[in-house]
């Protein structure tokens, strides 16, 4: 997967996520994202071709690739509004400060938006 693919797979993160649950028809996507139908088509059509989703029957469902990769862009898009939560405190310290974001989502400063 080229750096192209990656910002496909991100731009098209919301249709990933809207089949976490269960398979989906286009309608439903559609519906569920207020996305135009041409918008999901040619979305599950570059999905499919990555290997990320399959149609079966008339739903769109991901695969177990696809499944990783969604998993891994949520954590990401997660570590990444964490990280501009604590960006204030990020920015305070005067020395490169390194240390895994995702343990502090869940902590009340950064629920908080402070």
Known sequence: MDDEDVVEVVKRFPIL???????R????LADRLSFSRSTVHRSTNR????GLLRKREDAFELTSFGRVATRSVAECRRDLDTASQLAPFLEAVETEVSFPVGPLSDAPASARGH
């Open 25 to 28: 028809t286009a309608a439903q």
């Open 47 to 50: 999905l499919a071709d990555l």
């Open 17 to 23: 996520d809207a089949l976490t649950d269960r398979p």
